[in-house]
């Protein structure tokens, strides 16, 4: 049996009740002040349907900074770019096992970042990006609000300067894969782009819309257009599924079975491929970076819909 607006929206006001438990176990990103100061006390979760049907609740129209999700983002731009054929010589497609900063596996493993989801392959994928575009931070801008269909997205440029002025450990990661061979760009041009591309901020609303070309086989529900081909956006769900959650993608595949990414922002986008694409956002983090009360909700979310990938 479909699932009714009035079934959705009853699981939805499950999922908000749950996941707001959760509030208060967690912390805030702390590394920049514009993250530590957010209240953490906030819960936002959205739902867009693949035949065009939406449903909210909480602080589903709050924005907030996408931080990591953006790598989702750039790698669908990288992949539709004129240097898309490199990209998977240059980046893996295997869980890192490790912290998503971590610069030891990129030292042993020779420059070749594990995933596009690490700060290292993301990294090579703005590289990728800089490359190629003339204006790459409005190439990634435009994307992401042609995927949301919202004009209104923007970069939250105190956001950005407060991550060039902490980013000791990306511009460190950048070097290093400028030394091994596998940055092609300028290092400040990259790390640039790269801190502005988490600096986006965006509603659960605008991100549960942008990821519904990928819930639709690469077509977007809501303005008709082809954004990217169908194998692509499976590719890509297999890498969130894969690699998505940072280092407890494991855990996140088990309890929830749909696949995400997270940001330290407190967001994580889900795709259930054929039906919905999902933004939850709560400030409050796991040890790991995931945000606790968001996935809790997708935990409810996939119970009760009993969706999942699995
Ligand atoms: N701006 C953060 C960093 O590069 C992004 C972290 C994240 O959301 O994973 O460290």
Redesign the pocket.
């Known amino acids: 049996m479909p699932l009714t607006d009035r079934d959705l929206s009853t699981i939805l006001d499950d999922c908000a009740r749950e996941a707001r438990k959760e509030i208060g176990k967690g912390h805030v ?1 702390d ?1 920049i002040p514009a993250l530590a100061r957010i209240n953490p006390d906030q819960f936002g979760m959205a739902v867009c349907g693949v035949d065009g049907r939406e449903w909210v609740v909480g602080d589903s129209d709050s924005s907030f900074s996408i ?3 953006s ?1 989702v983002f750039t790698l669908a731009l990288a992949l539709q770019s004129p240097g898309a054929s490199g990209v998977w010589d240059r980046v893996g497609r295997e869980p890192s096992g490790n912290a ?2 971590s610069l030891v596996q990129l030292e042993s493993e020779q420059g070749l970042p594990r995933n596009p989801f690490i ?1 290292a392959g ?1 990294i090579v994928i703005t590289d990728v990006i800089t490359t190629h575009f003339v204006s790459p931070v409005l190439q990634i801008l435009g994307l992401v609000r042609r995927y949301a269909d919202c004009e209104d997205i923007y970069i939250d440029e105190e956001v950005a300067r407060s ?1 060039e002025e902490s ?1 000791h ?2 511009a460190a990661i950048a070097h290093l894969l400028k030394s091994q061979g596998n940055l092609v760009a300028d290092v400040d041009d990259v790390l640039a782009a ?2 502005r591309q ?2 986006i901020a965006m509603t659960c609303r605008d991100v549960a819309r942008a990821f519904l070309p990928l819930a639709a086989g690469g077509r977007h529900p809501l303005t008709g257009e082809t954004l990217m081909p169908a194998l692509r956006a499976k590719r890509i769900n297999s890498l969130l599924l894969t690699c998505g959650l ?1 280092d407890g993608v494991g855990n996140f595949a088990f309890r929830v079975g749909i696949p995400a990414k ?4 407190g967001g994580i986008a889900a795709v259930i491929p054929g039906h919905f694409a999902i933004c939850v956002w709560s400030p409050e983090l796991d040890e790991l ?1 995931n945000s606790l009360a968001g996935t809790r909700a997708l935990e409810i979310f996939a119970q009760e819909t009993n969706l999942s990938v699995f």
């Open positions: 990103a590394y931080q990591s999700i790598k998503f900063n700060n993301a991550e980013g450990r990306n790269y801190y988490c600096s940072y997270s940001g330290v922002g970076g």
